[in-house]
């Protein structure tokens, strides 16, 4: 039985006692109400006895201490009725706290689901298939289309393209060539190639990611309630005000009204319940906190470290510029090359092939289609040759053309993926993509700093050049960029070791990096599985301001929370004055303290009834479609 069953069964135990002690003067069992009462606590005694001795030992003291002092106590004094009353004050507590909690496992499973478990040796002139634990260093292996990269390796053949994004975040292909050192996790994104493993596939660098998440999550600390920062003070407070009333007016029971009404089911009540409220209002905004302690963490926070692709930047290839010569329509340009890209393994021909159908126009089949490693394509539509792809493919050295000088010349001082189209032989079109910055990604970095964020970083496995285009364009505080998962790590770690840090993201990639950061924030919604399991919050919608709504969520709730836990001292500190010159007796005392706690509740709840957060409005001057990824076309 865990300790949640525990508490469950502790609070079942105590509240059957109480109902049954009630009920047995009805039995005309009056003496026996006693007993049952007494039995209903000890076990509950016992259990926060042992549960205080392990903190001790381990340098933990709570305001516990109090509620185990106070029954001891009662039963020993004669008043069984308000030991059973502080038992059920007690363990009620514990069982909302559990519950504000929830269930954070950070498994792996997605991770280890995703990583490969076969690769394909060469072995002479035979394929052979092996356990990727099999692979040796050295090992020729063969990688099929769509498959992802068993272990780390070196290209054997001249190029290969690869999607990267799953340990860079980069969501476009890049082309390798021969000698280029592949990593593990990655996918090929072209046609079957060969390469030469590096590394096994314990040493790789998706298994690599593996350990730093598992590292990075066993390093965190656990979470400390807000109530034991009062015990300190408040136990030995408590028992001198006992002690006091009992030495000034000989009246022992006096001392026991003041225990029991000092009984900090305030503290214990007041931080679960408003955590609860806070989890369940951010649930309704499509933020998912992983229990109470990612909520105060969160509200804590003073630094962002955001992730670029996919978390600030749309996370895929858009079209953004589109020039034609004078003797073509755009639409027909785009119609033909939509039309020869549907024969294209590449990334982009299926963004292209979207883009035209959404316009209504209509794709005819390609022919004698070819397709250029590395640079492009060529084929046969509607009787017209058409070629697509790196400028020296489609132009080679002949100049580019007057209509299109500015936007090639954008190209260069632009992060955009170009393509250059011909059609019957004559440079016809030219294209850029790229990945977007989100529309709500400056109001929300806007409304970040004015919520109490003092410092927004980006950290990036994406070049300078891309990182640089989006930093000026949000006004970052700094942006670091060709960054490895385990960079990412340490950059997150440095920032943490200056103020309290939240990291976004929502790639495989960033998850040692949410693992390791004080608050790690996935944008789930489109994010892998991965990131969403190493995180403490997780955005279910695919919207970066909500991790504004997240913020000052935890921030409201973390401000009610520590006003019902001032509350509750304050009125339990007046009864305890007035317990001390006997006008309250223990039984009344703790009734009076089950008055506290629904007031002490009531305020509280209001972390769940409260305003909602107001979800930014991306500013109109900067609705930029400004483009961030800069690479000559290769296919």
């Known amino acids: 039985m865990n300790e949640r069953n525990f508490h469950l069964a502790f609070l079942t135990i105590a509240v059957v006692g109480l109902i049954a002690g009630l009920l047995a003067p009805l039995m005309h069992w009056q003496a026996e109400a006693n007993l049952i009462w007494s039995v209903a606590t000890v076990p509950i005694i016992v259990a926060l006895a042992v549960s205080i001795i392990r903190d001790f030992l381990i340098g933990r003291v709570g305001v516990d201490a109090i509620a185990l002092v106070s029954m001891v106590a009662a039963v020993a004094m004669g008043q069984p009725l308000a030991g059973v009353v502080v038992a059920i004050m007690y363990t009620g507590g514990n069982v909302l706290e559990d519950y504000a909690r929830g269930k954070a496992e950070r498994d792996l499973k997605s991770l280890r689901d995703r990583t490969p478990r076969v690769a394909h040796k060469w072995i002479g002139e035979e394929l052979v298939d092996i356990g990727v634990d099999d692979v040796a260093i050295g090992d020729e292996l063969l990688v099929r289309a769509g498959e992802l990269l068993p272990v780390d390796g070196y290209l054997i053949e001249a190029h290969a393209s690869i999607d990267e994004s799953a340990v860079t975040g980069e969501p476009l292909p890049v082309t390798r060539g021969s000698g280029d050192l592949l990593r593990s996790g990655t996918v090929n994104a072209g046609e079957a190639f060969r390469f030469r493993a590096s590394a096994a596939a314990s040493q790789s660098t998706y298994a690599g990611i593996i350990r730093m998440v598992e590292a990075a999550q066993t390093a965190k600390s656990p979470f400390i309630r807000i109530a034991d920062r009062f015990a300190l003070f408040l136990l030995p407070f408590t028992l001198i005000v006992a002690g006091a009333a009992w030495w000034l007016s000989g009246d022992k029971i006096r001392a026991l009204a003041v225990l029991v009404v000092a009984t900090p089911c305030p503290l214990i009540l007041a931080a679960p319940v408003a955590f609860i409220s806070g989890v369940s209002r951010a649930a309704r905004e499509g933020v998912l906190m992983k229990g109470s302690a990612a909520l105060e963490a969160l509200a804590q926070v003073r630094t962002a470290i955001f992730d670029k692709t996919g978390t600030l930047t749309e996370g895929g290839a858009r079209l953004t510029t589109f020039e034609t010569a004078s003797d073509i329509e755009p639409d027909e340009a785009l119609r033909l090359l939509a039309s020869l890209e549907q024969a294209s393994h590449h990334v982009l021909g299926e963004t292209l092939i979207e883009l035209v159908r959404s316009k209504g126009l209509a794709l005819s089949h390609p022919t004698n289609v070819r397709e250029f490693r590395g640079s492009g394509i060529e084929g046969v539509v509607e009787g017209r040759h058409i070629r697509a792809g790196s400028r020296t493919l489609v132009l080679g050295d002949t100049p580019v053309p007057s209509w299109a000088n500015a936007a090639v010349a954008s190209a260069n001082d632009r992060s955009a ?51 640089n285009v989006v930093a000026a364009t949000l006004k970052l505080d700094d942006a670091l960029s060709d960054r490895t998962p385990a960079e990412k790590v340490a950059a997150v770690e440095a920032e943490q070791a200056r103020q309290p840090t939240m990291m976004i993201g929502d790639g495989i990639n960033d998850a040692p990096a949410l693992a390791a950061a004080g608050v790690g924030v996935a944008m789930g919604a489109r994010g892998a599985t991965a990131s969403s399991e190493a995180a403490d919050v ?27 836990i001032v509350v509750g001292l304050a009125l339990s500190a007046i009864a305890m004055i007035f317990a001390a010159f006997g006008y309250i007796t223990p039984v009344a005392g703790a009734l009076l303290q089950e008055v506290i706690d629904i007031a002490v509740i009531l305020n509280a709840l209001r972390a769940l009834q409260g305003p909602g957060p107001k979800t930014p409005t991306p500013d109109a001057a900067l609705r930029l479609e400004e483009p961030v990824r800069a690479q000559s076309v290769e296919r």
């Open 417 to 467: 993926l170009a393509i250059y189209v011909s059609i019957d032989g004559r440079f016809s079109a030219f294209i850029l993509m790229a990945d977007a910055i989100r529309k709500d990604a400056p109001a929300a970095l806007k409304h970040l700093r004015a919520a109490g964020i003092s410092r927004i970083i980006m950290v990036t496995g994406d070049d300078a050049k891309a990182a």
């Open 538 to 564: 997780v955005i279910l919608v695919d919207r970066v301001d909500r991790v504004v709504d997240a913020f000052t969520i935890s921030l409201r709730t973390r401000r009610i929370a520590i006003q019902s």
